[in-house]
């Protein structure tokens, strides 16, 4: 059986989002269907609706930092019982067999995951839609527990923002002792500071605005540095094991390679595009530069499990799903700390 689910949609590349109603697609024995209580809103929703990379198939339905609770379960789902805090971030399936599969880093499926919307379902071939809606279905597998200690409202921004960051600091082993530096301080780098200094880190942020600082520090950065300033890029040269760039797009990465250590890597995990920089630095103290994309299903899992462990959640601004348009403006504007959160109890009510 199929139902009707109320959402709100990107029609076009040109129009505002709008009421929308979307036929959901025939649940499977391994489905979760839960009742939507909260979705971030990430730069990738607006960059898809507007498509600003060239592929969205419309009607899109954005959100894929999605909090709720179960709301039925299929017959041969195991993991989650009807009532359980859940959450489903950037896919909702993969292929599940490839070796990046087998590794547990569905996000980089060999045959390409399913994303949470503006993809087509494996099986039955319907569109994916995502969290700016009254219901979301995934399989079990895709679906994830969320700690019920947390503030609710904040959650959502970990499934997108929170694991971006998480899943490089994790893979370059950062913990006591490392120095890490974030570039760049919005929903993304926010999220790294945060994570950065729980996992005991001394963290640095990287800015161009001298009026973050406080901000900054406030969110656990032990030192910040303005990238404009030379005396200050010089005097953090051959600091950093990793920078997390969390630049959304193209910029110039010579003036970072320099502050990295012997050995240390900048990862980019803001900006898709070609990029310049010179290979004499990386050369001379064996440096790299990375890109990362999301995380994997059990990392996603570790990440909401260590943050119920250390209380952390996202600094975010609730807005009802009307006001979507009027966020997305502001978002472009840098003008939101750090991250829009929907409430949908006002799309149920509307
Ligand atoms: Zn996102
Ligand atoms: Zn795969």
């Given at each position: 059986m199929t139902h009707n689910v109320l959402a709100y949609a990107a029609?076009?590349?040109k129009s505002p989002l709008v009421p929308y109603t979307f036929q959901q697609r025939q649940a499977r024995p391994d489905d979760v269907i839960i009742d939507i209580e909260y979705c971030g809103v990430c730069h990738s929703d607006l960059h898809q609706a507007r498509n600003d990379w060239g592929f969205s198939r419309y009607p899109i339905v954005p959100g894929h930092e999605v909090i709720g609770r179960v709301k039925s379960i299929g017959?041969?789902?195991?993991?989650f019982k009807v009532g359980d805090l859940v959450g489903i971030g950037c896919?909702?399936?993969?292929?599940?067999?490839c070796s990046a599969c087998h590794q547990g880093l569905e996000q980089y499926c060999e045959a390409g995951n399913t994303q949470t919307y503006g993809s087509l379902d494996r099986h039955d071939q319907t569109p994916t839609y995502g969290g700016y809606a009254q219901t979301i279905i995934a399989s079990q597998d895709f679906v994830l527990k969320v700690p019920e200690n947390l503030d609710t409202q904040s959650?959502?921004?970990?499934?997108c923002a929170g694991i971006t960051t998480w899943s490089p600091l994790k893979h370059w082993n950062v913990g006591k002792g490392s120095k890490v530096a974030v570039v760049g301080l919005g929903g993304l780098g926010h999220m790294a500071i945060k994570l950065a200094h729980a996992l005991d880190a001394e963290v640095t942020l990287f800015t161009r605005?001298?009026?973050?600082e406080q901000d900054a520090r406030d969110l656990g950065a032990d030192h910040v540095v303005l990238s404009t300033d030379p005396t200050q890029m010089k005097s953090v040269?051959?600091?950093?094991?990793l920078i997390i760039d969390t630049v959304p797009y193209d910029h110039d990465l010579k003036p970072y390679i320099?502050?990295?250590?012997?050995s240390g890597t900048l990862v980019l995990v803001g900006y898709l595009g070609e990029f310049s920089s010179n290979s004499v630095p990386m050369i001379m103290g064996r440096k790299s530069i990375a890109g990362s994309v999301i995380g994997g299903i059990q990392e996603t899992q570790e990440l909401l499990d260590f943050c119920g462990q250390h209380n952390i959640v996202s600094d975010v601004e609730v807005i009802d799903m009307q006001n979507i348009n009027e966020a997305f403006e502001r978002m472009l504007q840098s003008d939101v700390k750090y991250r829009f959160v929907i409430d949908m109890k006002s799309l149920h009510a509307s």
């Open positions: 029609l076009d590349s017959t041969s789902v195991t993991k896919m909702v399936d993969s292929c599940r067999t959650i959502a921004p970990i499934l605005s001298a009026n973050k040269k051959n600091q950093f094991d320099p502050t990295l250590a012997l």
